[in-house]
Nanobody, 124 residues
Framework: QVQLVESGGGLVQAGGSLRLSCAASGLTFRSYGMGWFRQAPGKEREFVATISQYGGITYYSDSVKGRFTISRDNGKNTVYLQMNSLKAEDTAVYSC?????????????????WGQGTQVTVSS
């Protein structure tokens, strides 16, 4: 079965950096567009970033543009989210997701598979 497993979350001070990883199995990874979403307590799930199947196209939410970078390694079936200049408002559970068809997607309903998420906490 398809599995998406996130790692790399943790506690970091404001201004710091973290790199999240999402390892995929059970699917043809290079055939899927990938995305990162986050959900803070009491808030709805929010789009963060997305990358096309070969990494040529990326999109970011306005709130993270210029600070976060999404990338992927199709040889390792892994997508990454490099997060720099972290702010307290970035605190959330971050989840990766896979969308069949390979393109970029910004709506959560367009994704077929989801990971369990990893907690990111930014202290101010």
């Amino acid at each position: 079965q398809v599995q998406l497993v996130e790692s790399g979350g943790g506690l970091v001070q404001a201004g710091g950096s973290l790199r999240l990883s999402c390892a995929a199995s059970g699917l043809t990874f290079r055939s899927y567009g990938m995305g990162w979403f986050r959900q803070a307590p009491g808030k709805e799930r929010e789009f963060v970033a997305t990358i096309s199947q070969y990494g040529g196209i990326t999109y970011y939410s306005d709130s993270v543009k210029g600070r976060f970078t999404i990338s992927r390694d199709n040889g390792k079936n892994t997508v990454y989210l490099q997060m720099n200049s972290l702010k307290a408002e970035d605190t959330a559970v971050y989840s990766c997701a896979a969308a069949a068809g390979g393109g970029v997607r910004r709506a959560s309903y367009e994704y077929n598979y989801w990971g369990q998420g990893t907690q990111v906490t930014v202290s101010s």
